[in-house]
T-cell receptor, first 116, second 119 residues
């Protein structure tokens, strides 16, 4: 079974600084997706960034980028120029590519605090 | 992006009654819908997966007779908590995924969630 591990329950970053959230996963599949979701206090799940396993290039979305290390099964999220609005729970998630009904497996989450 | 609307956002019901939560995909056809439960400060726990027109597939430990899931159309899925008890109080979230041909199969789109309180 696939597992996703987020070893940092809480992280803190100063506004305008950079922070990296860690995620590792375990799978025997070769084709899969990895995601980072943000859950602010409203509890609405928001997709931050997505990575296809077959792509060697790391995904980027504005201030958000990932470091995808397939061999090490590591998928960290880097947030640059942190803003107060980035404060939220961040969940790393895995989904195998095959199958229209394949489910997301979530990590336990990292709570990010942004300080002035 | 694709929009998923979940209703109600909050509901309070008496112990022993049933409550229905709706999840609608507003601008795409949701071939697969997922229902999650989230306890405070915890991750999302998948309860069941449903495909339009088929019976839902429940995760181990989830009572299918208590949590009834219906996915009768490509835009609507419902979760009914039957004979609710205080221990069913939680935050319930739905998500939907479209078809491969529609280009909306990669990611899941989430509803706003429903906070259920059983008194």
């Amino acid at each position: 079974a696939q597992t996703v591990t987020q070893s940092q329950p809480e992280m803190s970053v100063q506004e305008a600084e950079t922070v990296t959230l860690s995620c590792t996963y375990d799978t025997s599949e070769s084709d899969y997706y990895l995601f980072w979701y943000k859950q602010p206090p409203s509890r609405q799940m928001i997709l931050v960034i997505r990575q296809e396993a077959y792509k060697q290039q790391n995904a980027t979305e504005n201030r958000f980028s990932v470091n995808f290390q397939k061999a090490a099964k590591s998928f960290s999220l880097k947030i640059s120029d942190s803003q107060l609005g980035d404060a939220a729970m961040y969940f790393c998630a895995y989904r195998r590519m095959a199958g229209t009904a394949s489910k997301l497996t979530f990590g336990t989450g990292t709570r990010l605090q942004v300080t002035l | 992006g694709a929009v998923v609307s979940q209703h109600p956002s909050r509901v309070i019901c008496k112990s022993g009654t049933s409550v229905k939560i709706e999840c609608r995909s507003l601008d795409f056809q949701a071939t697969t819908m997922f229902w999650y439960r989230q306890f405070p400060k915890q991750s999302l726990m998948l309860m069941a997966t449903s495909n339009e027109g088929s019976k839902a597939t429940y995760e181990q430990g989830v009572e299918k007779d208590k949590f009834l899931i219906n996915h009768a159309s490509l835009t609507l899925s419902t979760l009914t908590v039957t004979s609710a008890h205080p221990e069913d109080s939680s935050f319930y979230i739905c998500s939907a995924r479209g078809s491969w041909t529609g280009g909306l199969n990669t990611e899941a789109f989430f509803g706003q969630g429903t906070r259920l309180t059983v008194v």
